[in-house]
């Protein structure tokens, strides 16, 4: 079920096997980079981890005590689609470690490609008036205004006051960066309330996904509504 030997000689992430004293538990794990990374296979009602049957992969800074984060879309079918997108974590994890900031070409490449669509969407609805214009206005607002909500709250993040309340609350940049984008993904279809649980809680523990809700609301990012599941982004 795992990977096999020659499969190892292909990635740039190599898992090996982790030989624990309990019987059919299945566990790779692997460092590179200051960051370790570990893939667990889970299933209902097999023997070992017990939850969701597929691969679950996860990752944390080697040098930082604290939890892991499960990567995006976790459990994987198959070894090789965790392996790769335990890959993909990588070289997001390394591109920032490089230097890449919110002032950066990059970050200031995504502000200013969310600003040209914005105002792309505004003058197309002003041009066009049939049913099909205003979708497609509609459709590129949303995005432009989940991508800029987005930058916001990264750029918030990395200021000085911004990474002091992150650490108060005892949360990473990092995970900051991937809830930010996971909501914004939910601001582009439309979507004004978002279930914190689902929505964070794919990405971390239950503790660590109530203090990025907290730091959130502390910086004015979101805000709670009469249902204690839902918040709702300000921006």
């Known amino acids: 079920m795992g990977p096999s ?37 889970a299933s209902r009602g097999g023997p070992g981890f017990r939850g969701n049957p597929g691969f679950i992969a996860s990752w944390r800074p080697i040098d930082q005590n604290r939890s ?11 070894f090789p689609e965790a392996e790769k997108a335990c890959e993909a974590v990588l070289g997001h994890l390394k591109e920032r470690a490089r230097g890449y900031s919110h002032a950066s070409p ?10 040209q ?35 916001r709250v990264i750029a918030d ?24 984008a996971r909501i914004a993904s939910y601001l582009a279809r439309g979507e004004v309330l978002v279930d914190w649980r689902d929505t964070i809680g794919a990405l971390c523990g239950p ?3 109530r203090r990025v809700v907290s730091y959130l609301k502390a910086r004015g990012h979101v805000e709670r509504t009469e249902d204690r599941d839902l918040i709702r982004p300000v921006g």
């Not at 740039?12 to 059919?24: H, Y």
């Not at 990059?106 to 600003?115: E, H, Y």
């Not at 006051?161 to 991937?178: M, T, W, Y």
């Open 106 to 115: 990059l970050r200031a490449g995504w502000l200013a490609r969310a600003k």
């Open 68 to 78: 892991a984060v499960k990567v995006i879309g976790s459990p994987f079918k198959t």
């Open 5 to 41: 030997h020659r499969s190892f000689l292909r990635r740039i992430v190599q898992f090996s096997r982790v030989i624990t004293p309990v019987e059919n538990i299945q566990v790779w794990n692997t460092t590179s980079d200051g960051f370790s990374f570990v893939i667990s296979f």
């Open 157 to 180: 993040a990395e200021s000085v006051e911004g990474r002091v309340v992150a650490r108060n609350h005892r949360v990473s940049l990092d995970l900051i960066d991937e809830v930010a």
């Open 207 to 209: 503790g660590q996904t």
């Open 117 to 151: 669509l914005r105002a792309e969407a505004i003058s197309y609805w002003a041009s066009e008036g049939s049913t099909m214009s205003c979708r497609i206005n509609r459709a590129a607002t949303l995005r432009a205004n989940g991508l800029a909500w987005r930058d």
